[in-house]
């Protein structure tokens, strides 16, 4: 089974990106996936990348994408039976573990599989406690710990609009309306130190997104008029009908 990592960086991140791939490098378990790269070079600085021999596929584009149009474009470009979306902004741990994740995305009717993640050493060392060997049905997921999929998501996923200033809402409910159920995994536990400066963050701040799929969600804004990433109960009757209809062609 040929599996991949699937990282997209900008070139005001490249420290946080060499610091993932040396904590892929400090494991064995992840000798067998191959690591593959979109990174946006808008600084002109890709030759700070290190550890070159390690990736797979490099693939440097000189204007910022935003996370969904760089992770359609490398998919677009890559083919595995599965594929691990990591942001450079993540370090895997002794926690880390996808096996059962991988095996699980490979399953009739599953379609994303989110880990579970800390944002902090800190809280990490709370979670480790939590921890179960479990999966539970979440129809909306994002990045968190490392988002595992198959290839047969990864043929819908290449389909969509790369569309830079979109957030990653779309790809859940893509596989939920195509008659897929997303999961939640309480198993492996890396760290995602969400919500610091630069790089996506501050792009998706400096413009403006757009609202990737309004016919299926019911989106909310905060309390800054901002709009907030959608959850399930966000999701309307439309979207729950398509799924229901074509789950039933999916495990036929």
């Not at 494991?27 to 790269?37: M, W």
């Not at 895997?92 to 095996?103: E, F, N, R």
């Not at 198959?150 to 790809?171: G, N, Q, Y």
């Amino acid at each position: 089974m040929k599996k991949t990592f699937v990282i997209v960086s900008v070139s005001d991140r490249v420290n946080e990106l060499n610091t993932l791939i040396e904590s892929i490098m400090s494991f064995s378990r992840f000798d067998n996936y191959d690591v593959c790269l979109c990174y946006q070079d808008y600084l002109g600085n890709a030759d700070k990348i290190k550890h070159r021999e390690r990736y797979q596929t490099v693939l440097i584009v000189p204007e910022r994408m935003g996370c969904n149009g760089a992770r359609i474009y490398l998919l677009q470009n890559i083919f595995y039976d599965i594929y691990v979306n990591l942001d450079d902004d993540m370090r895997l741990t002794k926690w880390t573990d996808y096996d059962a994740a991988c095996q699980k995305a490979l399953e009739p009717g599953v379609g994303f599989v989110l880990t579970n993640w800390a944002r902090s050493e800190g809280i990490l060392k709370n979670k480790i406690l939590k921890m179960q060997d479990k999966f539970i049905p979440q129809i909306m997921v994002y990045q968190g710990g490392g988002m595992v999929y198959a290839e047969h998501v990864a043929r819908l996923i290449r389909k969509l609009p790369p569309e830079k200033t979109m957030f990653d809402d779309i790809w859940s409910i893509t596989t939920y309306i195509n008659g897929m159920m997303n999961y939640r995994y309480l198993g492996s536990l890396a760290l995602h130190f969400t919500c610091q400066s630069g790089g996506m963050q501050t792009f998706m701040c400096e413009e403006k997104p757009k609202l990737a799929c309004p016919e299926y969600i019911n989106y909310r804004k905060g309390k800054r008029d901002e709009w907030l990433i959608p959850c399930d109960s966000d999701i309307n009757d439309l979207a729950r009908f398509l799924h229901e209809e074509n789950k039933k062609k999916v495990l036929a």
